[in-house]
């Protein structure tokens, strides 16, 4: 059983930052952690993932340019810094974490990969 747990949501103004933290108990198997977030009227949406130890990392369009997805290996913390935030970033974020799909150097967003363990999520809040 992985724990994946999420934290440092909050409100902002548009235009503002963020920077949401998603702390794992390991690493070693889940080497893929993603964040996806439901926001109002949608449907969820999955913004961004990162192999961890390659570092490799994908974006949705609605994330590119805008939002950045690191990690701390030490630390077992893969961070996502959200910058230039709208009122249309409103929403629930969670990490999850999952094993690559074979064969892959990355972790495919847009249901491609199967993410086992999710944490609660954490609400982030843009106003105008």
């Known amino acids: 059983q992985v724990h994946v747990e999420e934290s440092g949501g909050g409100s902002v103004q548009a235009g503002g930052s963020l920077k949401l933290s998603c702390a794992a108990s390991?690493?070693?198997?889940?080497?893929?952690v993603g964040w996806s977030r439901q926001t109002p009227g949608k449907e969820r949406e999955e913004i961004a993932s990162?192999?961890?130890?390659?570092?490799?990392?994908r974006y949705s369009d609605s994330a590119k340019g805008r939002f950045t997805v690191s990690v701390d290996d030490a630390e077992k913390t893969v961070y996502l810094q959200m910058n230039s935030l709208t009122p249309e970033d409103t929403g629930m974020y969670s990490c999850?974490?999952?094993?690559?799909?074979?064969?892959?150097?990355?972790?495919?967003?847009?249901?491609?990969?199967?993410?086992?363990?999710w944490g609660r999520g954490t609400q982030v809040t843009v106003s105008s």
């Open positions: 999850a974490a999952a094993r690559p799909p074979v064969g892959l150097t990355y972790c495919p967003l847009g249901g491609r990969t199967t993410w086992n363990y």
């Open positions: 390991e690493f070693t198997a889940m080497r893929c």
């Open positions: 990162i192999y961890v130890g390659l570092r490799t990392t």
